[in-house]
């Protein structure tokens, strides 16, 4: 009775029509990697722009669509999903100058607008900048502002179709008229204005155009640009004709006294720091020139620098640093390190707002500029926290809390007060007293904890018949930390469970975390995902027929290895514009810049590691691999999409099972920033019809129409 009340079983093939994958010509390259020949048969698949390249994308979206368009509830669950998504959605106001800005999404509208209430806070909001209006199908974003010091004027980036690339643009805020300012080929940049112009960071215009999607970038350059004046005549401020593979950055403290010069480079897992006193013009100044160590300035105390770092502190310090007496042995400690990792600090109305994170959860103390604790902000949830912005005059503040099944809500703190009002509370179409979080600590392979949060329905049985959807990441230091998804309330009030793990290789618990998942440690980010799938199953969460894996970038990455290891564990595979090809990942645009979490294959015992787990190398055939949907987009510049074509080429080739073992090429978009809502519901749409189909499953709601 309960199967029939949660889920319909369809035929036992689970196939919609019989279908034929495209015929994939391989080719007969091969390198040779330290005496080690690796067969690299669909290498022509990395010309993305190439006739061929162009037409097996049509192909393979065919066969796609082909299929998912005979999957009965599909639009249904288009139009569900569109329901929950379609809902006011608000960012905390900010103020620039003597006026205050928001974001606003109505609900539907592909790209939040941005609004100006003159002079206060209290004024009637007006439309400042619609970036629906700049493309018909929604599919420019803004990636990127900043004002300037007084207010006048507003500099932003533009993406298109989800590229890296920027272009920026100057706006006159109390006209709303575009100046003539188009700087192009940024990437990589901040906008930070000082004067009467601002610093942004590019790369040289590519040679071919038509390769600017794939080609790996070298030399990037800060320059500075002057308002009124063309690109042309911009003064170059910073370059390095000697790393190519270096990306630099320049920032100004809030009172224009001291500048920033950020390096990070290929292989390193920190960034150089770098200053100069403006009031003496110097030359830049290091305060940390290797590259062991993350280290940033928070703002200055008159002739001083606040800096955050995790040098000699895996979990994050902040120090005092007198440039008069630079010594690090008489870097003063303000906030020392604390078992907790420090997760952000900023500085508002002279207090320093320190972000820290227990078990992935956030909490936040307020300090005085000197380190002595004043206060910390209760929470109502635990979850996470954003926020905190503003200048040292101000007031009050304000940040955004929100978990699982808390949606975003705004908080205005009083800083005089210590008082934290709701500001404003986001409106969602659902019931949170219907549905639990609970957070578990299961061993992995080495009997290390992994923490994992559960959310489902409350009252579901225990009996390991639920759906269940799995998502992990492990790397570059990012924690998955609780956060609202409206899109994922479809899959909750199907009865479905959903969980995160926060896997070895993340920020979860600082620095030594995040190194017990890289490099010749990255088989503990796989081990600790399997072993998250097998407390799921063992404690009757759900069972290897109805459980679902997702990841993307390299949370895709952990998709592919981990269906290599143990396609008996999972039903559903789901790698969203992941970084298949380990070999070859360093060769395109940014890729470099990975080598410090992955390794490279240019070195001959890392070259062995990398090949022992790469999802493209490790396909074999004879093996019952899960229903595989693989999702990439044709303008992704971050993680291109050859990844993802030679891996389900590879995929395509060597399974012969039954399950569908498909790619979804998006088109028009990138690797996720800036992706239109409708383009977003639809491929959602897709994602969980494909998953529930291939359980065996309709959803709840069908049922009682």
Same mark, same amino acid.
């Given at each position: 009775?309960?199967?029939?009340?949660?889920?319909?079983?369809?035929?036992?093939?689970?196939?919609?029509?019989?279908?034929?994958?495209?015929?994939?010509?391989?080719?007969?390259?091969?390198?040779?990697?330290?005496?080690?020949?690796?067969?690299?048969?669909?290498?022509?698949?990395?010309?993305?722009?190439?006739?061929?390249?162009?037409?097996?994308?049509?192909?393979?979206?065919?066969?796609?669509?082909?299929?998912?368009?005979?999957?009965?509830?599909?639009?249904?669950?288009?139009?569900?999903?569109?329901?929950?998504?379609?809902?006011?959605?608000?960012?905390?106001?900010?103020?620039?100058?003597?006026?205050?800005?928001?974001?606003?999404?109505?609900?539907?509208?592909?790209?939040?607008?941005?609004?100006?209430?003159?002079?206060?806070?209290?004024?009637?909001?007006?439309?400042?900048?619609?970036?629906?209006?700049?493309?018909?199908?929604?599919?420019?974003?803004?990636?990127?502002?900043?004002?300037?010091?007084?207010?006048?004027?507003?500099?932003?980036?533009?993406?298109?179709?989800?590229?890296?690339?920027?272009?920026?643009?100057?706006?006159?805020?109390?006209?709303?008229?575009?100046?003539?300012?188009?700087?192009?080929?940024?990437?990589?940049?901040?906008?930070?204005?000082?004067?009467?112009?601002?610093?942004?960071?590019?790369?040289?215009?590519?040679?071919?155009?038509?390769?600017?999607?794939?080609?790996?970038?070298?030399?990037?350059?800060?320059?500075?640009?002057?308002?009124?004046?063309?690109?042309?005549?911009?003064?170059?401020?910073?370059?390095?004709?000697?790393?190519?593979?270096?990306?630099?950055?320049?920032?100004?403290?809030?009172?224009?006294?001291?500048?920033?010069?950020?390096?990070?480079?290929?292989?390193?897992?920190?960034?150089?720091?770098?200053?100069?006193?403006?009031?003496?013009?110097?030359?830049?100044?290091?305060?940390?020139?290797?590259?062991?160590?993350?280290?940033?300035?928070?703002?200055?105390?008159?002739?001083?620098?606040?800096?955050?770092?995790?040098?000699?502190?895996?979990?994050?310090?902040?120090?005092?640093?007198?440039?008069?007496?630079?010594?690090?042995?008489?870097?003063?400690?303000?906030?020392?390190?604390?078992?907790?990792?420090?997760?952000?600090?900023?500085?508002?109305?002279?207090?320093?707002?320190?972000?820290?994170?227990?078990?992935?959860?956030?909490?936040?103390?307020?300090?005085?500029?000197?380190?002595?604790?004043?206060?910390?902000?209760?929470?109502?949830?635990?979850?996470?926290?954003?926020?905190?912005?503003?200048?040292?005059?101000?007031?009050?503040?304000?940040?955004?809390?929100?978990?699982?099944?808390?949606?975003?809500?705004?908080?205005?703190?009083?800083?005089?007060?210590?008082?934290?009002?709701?500001?404003?509370?986001?409106?969602?179409?659902?019931?949170?007293?219907?549905?639990?979080?609970?957070?578990?600590?299961?061993?992995?392979?080495?009997?290390?904890?992994?923490?994992?949060?559960?959310?489902?329905? /409350?009252?579901?049985?225990?009996? =390991? &018949? %639920?759906?269940? $959807? +799995?998502? *992990?990441?492990?790397?570059?230091?990012?924690?998955?930390?609780?956060?609202?998804?409206?899109?994922?309330?479809?899959?909750?009030?199907?009865?479905?469970?959903?969980?995160?793990?926060?896997?070895?290789?993340?920020?979860?618990?600082?620095?030594?975390?995040?190194?017990?998942?890289?490099?010749?440690?990255?088989?503990?980010?796989?081990?600790?995902?399997?072993?998250?799938?097998?407390?799921?199953?063992?404690?009757?969460?759900?069972?290897?027929? /109805?459980?679902?894996?997702?990841? =993307? &970038? %390299?949370?895709? $990455? +952990?998709? *592919?290895?981990?269906?290599?290891?143990?396609?008996?564990?999972?039903?559903?595979?789901?790698?969203?514009?992941?970084?298949?090809?380990?070999?070859?990942?360093?060769?395109?645009?940014?890729?470099?810049?990975?080598?410090?979490?992955?390794?490279?294959?240019?070195?001959?015992?890392?070259?062995?590691?990398?090949?022992?787990?790469?999802?493209?190398?490790?396909?074999?055939?004879?093996?019952?691999?899960?229903?595989?949907?693989?999702?990439?987009?044709?303008?992704?510049?971050?993680?291109?999409?050859?990844?993802?074509?030679?891996?389900?080429?590879?995929?395509?080739?060597?399974?012969?099972?039954?399950?569908?073992?498909?790619?979804?090429?998006?088109?028009?978009?990138?690797?996720?920033?800036?992706?239109?809502?409708?383009?977003?519901?639809?491929?959602?749409?897709?994602?969980?019809?494909?998953?529930?189909?291939?359980?065996?499953?309709?959803?709840?709601?069908?049922?009682?129409?």
């Amino acid at each position: 009775m309960k199967n029939l009340i949660l889920s319909l079983l369809l035929c036992s093939s689970l196939t919609v029509a019989q279908f034929q994958y495209p015929k994939t010509v391989k080719g007969d390259h091969a390198d040779n990697y330290f005496g080690t020949a690796v067969t690299d048969p669909y290498r022509w698949l990395e010309q993305d722009t190439a006739a061929n390249v162009k037409q097996w994308v049509g192909e393979q979206n065919a066969v796609t669509f082909g299929y998912l368009n005979q999957i009965p509830f599909r639009e249904k669950v288009k139009n569900r999903l569109t329901k929950l998504l379609n809902y006011p959605k608000y960012t905390s106001p900010f103020r620039a100058g003597k006026n205050w800005y928001f974001y606003k999404n109505d609900g539907l509208q592909n790209q939040s607008v941005l609004f100006i209430q003159r002079g206060s806070l209290d004024a009637k909001p007006e439309l400042f900048l619609d970036p629906n209006k700049l493309s018909a199908d929604g599919t420019t974003s803004l990636q990127g502002s900043a004002f300037d010091k007084e207010g006048k004027y507003f500099a932003y980036a533009l993406s298109k179709a989800g590229s890296d690339w920027r272009e920026i643009y100057v706006m006159d805020v109390r006209t709303k008229k575009l100046l003539k300012e188009k700087i192009e080929w940024a990437k990589f940049t901040e906008i930070s204005w000082f004067g009467n112009g601002f610093y942004y960071s590019r790369y040289a215009a590519p040679s071919d155009t038509g390769s600017k999607l794939s080609t790996s970038n070298a030399y990037h350059k800060v320059y500075y640009h002057i308002i009124g004046t063309p690109q042309s005549k911009d003064p170059l401020i910073y370059e390095d004709r000697e790393h190519p593979q270096r990306l630099f950055s320049i920032g100004v403290t809030e009172d224009e006294r001291f500048q920033s010069l950020y390096i990070s480079q290929r292989g390193s897992n920190g960034n150089a720091l770098y200053y100069r006193d403006l009031h003496k013009r110097t030359e830049f100044i290091p305060i940390i020139a290797t590259f062991d160590d993350e280290i940033s300035i928070v703002d200055n105390v008159g002739d001083k620098l606040i800096l955050s770092t995790n040098r000699h502190a895996p979990n994050q310090k902040v120090v005092l640093y007198d440039p008069a007496d630079p010594d690090e042995k008489n870097w003063k400690e303000i906030l020392p390190e604390k078992p907790e990792p420090l997760v952000s600090v900023s500085v508002v109305g002279n207090k320093l707002f320190a972000v820290y994170m227990k078990d992935v959860c956030h909490r936040v103390s307020v300090y005085d500029l000197t380190g002595k604790f004043e206060n910390e902000i209760p929470l109502e949830t635990l979850g996470n926290v954003g926020g905190f912005g503003g200048e040292r005059k101000d007031a009050f503040t304000f940040y955004t809390l929100t978990s699982f099944t808390y949606p975003a809500a705004i908080y205005k703190y009083d800083i005089g007060t210590q008082r934290s009002t709701l500001f404003r509370k986001t409106e969602v179409d659902f019931n949170p007293s219907d549905y639990e979080t609970k957070q578990v600590f299961y061993p992995s392979k080495d009997g290390t904890k992994i923490p994992m949060f559960i959310v489902h329905k /409350k009252g579901i049985p225990l009996d =390991g &018949s %639920n759906p269940a $959807l +799995l998502y *992990g990441y492990g790397g570059f230091n990012i924690t998955i930390g609780p956060s609202f998804s409206a899109s994922r309330l479809l899959w909750l009030e199907q009865g479905g469970v959903f969980a995160v793990a926060n896997l070895r290789g993340g920020g979860e618990y600082g620095e030594k975390w995040h190194e017990a998942g890289m490099r010749f440690n990255k088989q503990n980010v796989f081990d600790d995902f399997i072993a998250a799938a097998e407390y799921l199953v063992a404690q009757k969460y759900t069972n290897p027929s /109805k459980l679902a894996v997702q990841g =993307g &970038s %390299n949370g895709g $990455l +952990l998709i *592919g290895a981990t269906i290599n290891q143990r396609p008996d564990l999972f039903k559903v595979a789901l790698p969203a514009v992941g970084v298949m090809d380990m070999l070859r990942f360093h060769k395109f645009t940014i890729g470099w810049a990975w080598v410090n979490d992955y390794g490279s294959s240019d070195d001959s015992a890392q070259f062995q590691y990398l090949k022992n787990y790469s999802p493209v190398h490790n396909i074999r055939e004879r093996v019952n691999y899960p229903a595989t949907l693989v999702t990439t987009a044709d303008h992704d510049d971050r993680v291109v999409p050859a990844h993802s074509f030679k891996y389900i080429s590879t995929l395509q080739e060597k399974y012969k099972g039954p399950n569908p073992v498909m790619i979804r090429i998006e088109t028009s978009a990138g690797h996720g920033a800036g992706k239109p809502t409708a383009k977003i519901i639809e491929e959602t749409s897709d994602i969980y019809s494909f998953t529930w189909w291939n359980m065996g499953i309709t959803p709840l709601y069908l049922l009682k129409e």
